[in-house]
């Protein structure tokens, strides 16, 4: 009996059950942190994240041998996709390993950064750590779906997971409004989702991605305007598909929810949601986009111009006014999922490869911008209002460095890996011809200099009331905090001094 289910299992993982091992050994490692979480002193909580560091690692190898095997399929096939399996369901192509490292780097990041940070909040770490796992697992086989099943399948464990992980640590403890804030986000964008992918499958007869790209590829070519994306009722699937993916990237003016999420939050999942789960939104969106928008780019272009304008203005005016500094990073977070969409509506392959590098140096800059918010929560300080970052390079003048260091990115300065970020997608829309949406971006760019550098220039302000004992206290950075940060100002400084290597990354998410 054993000898059977250890061939049945081998057989499986040597089949399609390769496609989705990345994120099975995500689960099992999940599985493992909750198990041996029971018999874990308060002393040895640490191994729970060292756990998920090893998870993270062999799901990481695990990536790399599959685009080993990709790349060879792809040598000895050119026109292949990649590799595809459980009945052309799940697709492991270049745009997944991009995104699915993506995930990975995010987790890893909010493992390291929330370590010491869980000590004082006397979460239940075991939970937290597996929770991220689980989330992560299911960003990935979102991404890997080409089936609207698996994708929704992907969603939803995501989803879920993301909404545990909000009850954990929140700022006052009783308070349910993250929990309530993200089950409104979570239900808008399902019943969106679901019933975008059903009126699909009612046009097109099919829950398939790939064969929806393949029917209106043909249409195209008998002369069929558009694919037949603009007959009714094709335009009210696309545009629940659209409004479901507006709440999980924070696009305005469907961004309602999320200000309160990251203010309530705790820290860590405030930034796991603004890096991980945002980054999983645009890639389901680049998904939809590939196989369906891009058949009707000229009738979309002015919804996604019309989304990214709304963005920027309502996220970058509102940032003017906040008091907060997750409120700030927050309604910030709105105005780059902005600049984002310029590069859907340039629509070429600059402006796709400038979208993948704004993403992967927004997961970074974002970490590091949280992780120094983090330090200051773990130490017993408010770190809500903007005022409570007062005198922090006293404290701590590396934090305050690193701090200006990750808002100056974010804001757009020279020589920042946000500056080319913003650079590259104001140049596709120039080659796209759309001078006015690069002006209009150049001038939100500058007033975001304006918001971020509110966050930048409070620690070297001196604290209005001011004890002795917060004077002398100074911010504990543990091991792990450490490596996450020097990762994070590394790439916010790599990226823009020597930007080829990354550009290569983001050339090779699109095949280009």
Request: proline residues 4%; charged residues 10%.
């Amino acid at each position: 009996m054993i000898h059977t289910l250890i061939n049945v299992l081998r057989g499986f993982l040597s089949g399609d059950g390769a496609l989705i091992l990345p994120e099975m050994e995500l689960v099992l490692f999940a599985l493992g942190v909750l198990l041996i979480d029971r018999w874990l002193a308060a002393n040895e909580k640490h191994w729970n994240a060292l756990l998920a560091l090893a998870g993270a690692a062999f799901s990481g190898f695990t990536l790399y041998v599959q685009h080993g095997k990709m790349q060879a399929v792809r040598d000895a096939n050119p026109d292949s996709p990649g590799l595809l399996g459980f009945h052309q369901s799940v697709l492991v192509d270049r745009f997944f390993l991009f995104f699915a490292v993506l995930f990975l780097a995010a987790t890893v990041l909010i493992v390291l950064l929330s370590s010491r940070y869980l000590e004082f909040a006397e979460e239940r770490r075991g939970a937290y750590h597996a929770l991220l796992l689980f989330a992560c697992a299911g960003m990935m086989l979102m991404i890997s779906g080409v089936s609207l099943i698996i994708v929704f399948l992907g969603l939803e464990i995501a989803a879920l997971s993301c909404f545990l992980l909000t009850g954990f640590a929140r700022s006052q403890q009783g308070e349910t409004g993250p929990l309530r804030n993200y089950a409104f986000l979570w239900a808008c964008s399902s019943f969106a989702l679901v019933g975008g992918f059903l009126m699909l499958y009612r046009i097109f007869q099919t829950l398939n991605l790939g064969r929806m790209g393949a029917i209106l590829e043909t249409r195209f070519d008998n002369g069929v305007a558009f694919g037949g994306l603009t007959a009714w009722p094709v335009p009210v699937a696309l545009v629940l598909l659209l409004v479901g993916v507006l709440f999980l990237i924070e696009g305005a003016p469907l961004h309602w929810f999320a200000p309160g999420i990251y203010d309530s939050a705790a820290t860590p999942v405030s930034a796991y949601l603004s890096i991980a789960a945002k980054t999983a939104g645009f890639a389901l969106l680049l998904r939809f986009f590939s196989f369906l928008f891009i058949f009707a780019h000229e009738k979309w272009i002015h919804v996604w111009g019309g989304a990214a304008i709304v963005s920027l203005l309502w996220g970058n005016i509102a940032a003017l006014r906040q008091k907060s500094a997750t409120r700030v990073l927050a309604y910030g977070s709105i105005a780059q999922t902005g600049f984002i969409l310029l590069g859907l509506v340039a629509g070429n392959e600059p402006g796709f490869s400038a979208t993948m590098f704004y993403l992967g140096v927004l997961v970074f800059t974002t970490a590091g911008a949280f992780g120094i918010l983090i330090l200051m929560k773990q130490r017993g300080a408010a770190a809500t209002r903007l005022s409570d970052l007062d005198g922090l390079y006293r404290r701590s003048p590396a934090a305050a460095l690193l701090l200006f260091v990750f808002m100056m990115s974010l804001a757009g300065i020279p020589p920042m890996a946000g500056f080319l970020a913003k650079y590259y997608i104001v140049k596709a829309l120039l080659a796209a011809s759309h001078p006015e949406l690069a002006a209009f971006a150049v001038v939100n760019a500058v007033l975001s200099v304006y918001c971020y550098g509110r966050i930048a220039s409070r620690p070297w302000k001196k604290p209005a009331h001011e004890t002795a004992s917060e004077h002398e206290a100074a911010l504990t950075i543990s091991s792990g905090q450490t490596v996450a940060l020097t990762a994070a100002v590394f790439v916010s400084l790599a990226a823009g001094l020597y930007p080829e290597p990354f550009l290569r990354l983001a050339r090779f998410a699109f095949g280009q």
